[in-house]
T-cell receptor, first 114, second 112 residues
């Protein structure tokens, strides 16, 4: 079965550093998402991406965050200057037709900001 | 503020029993509703989705939706220890929106 692939599985960084989290969505999907989950808390929406542009973003997704689909297969989340509170599990998800139907989640990147 | 509420649990049931998980949502215009299962340290995995009022069955799982009461539930029949996980209710607030709103999840523990 096709799956969403995320790399790295773990990322440790120093506060203020830039990180890039990478995702390869399922190839025929059209909608892409980033979610995050702080330990013990709910899964929170960050941003959705469709037709090569952001379609929706949450209040969490401020100017420190950006997304890119640089080559038609990869989907990246960049955090420009990490803060301690950015420590979380970051999930990439993709779907063929948006959130009215099934979303496939990647296995996540655990980001630790020291 | 659009909210999805779940009891955090833990909900403990013996093996073979029925587990009943509940969820309420605040946006009356919500269109589609999802139940995800999440094992500790893993990503959410879709179990069921439901769009219309009533029941939807898939194997041991039944999702129930009551839009008038803004209430979604998940029943797990013949619960197994492998069903022990956190169950996340997620709601698509409206057709134009693309962001799923997740509840905090209910932790289910099935004892053998």
């Amino acid at each position: 079965e096709p799956e969403v692939t995320q790399t790295p599985s773990h990322q440790v960084t120093q506060m203020g550093q830039e990180v890039i989290l990478r995702c390869v969505p399922i190839s025929n999907h059209l909608y892409f998402y980033w979610y995050r989950q702080i330990l013990g808390q709910k899964v929170e929406f960050l941003v959705s991406f469709y037709n090569n542009e952001i379609s929706e973003k949450s209040e969490i997704f401020d100017d420190q965050f950006s997304v890119e689909r640089p080559d038609g297969s990869n989907f990246t989340l960049k955090i420009r200057s990490t803060k301690l509170e950015d420590s979380a599990m970051y999930f990439c998800a993709s779907g063929p037709r948006g959130t009215n139907e099934k979303l496939f989640f990647g296995s996540g990147t655990q980001l630790s900001v020291l | 503020q659009k909210e999805v509420e779940q009891n955090s649990g833990p909900l403990s049931v013996p093996e073979g029993a029925i587990a009943s998980l509940n969820c309420t949502y605040s946006d009356r215009g919500s269109q589609s509703f999802f139940w995800y299962r999440q094992y500790s340290g893993k990503s959410p995995e879709l179990i069921m989705f439901i769009y219309s009022n009533g029941d939807k069955e898939d194997g041991r799982f039944t999702a129930q939706l009551n839009k008038a009461s803004q209430y979604v539930s998940l029943l797990i029949r013949d619960s197994q220890p492998s069903d022990s996980a956190t169950y996340l209710c997620a709601v698509n607030p409206n057709q134009a929106g693309t962001a799923l709103i997740f509840g905090k999840g209910t932790t289910l523990s099935v004892s053998s």
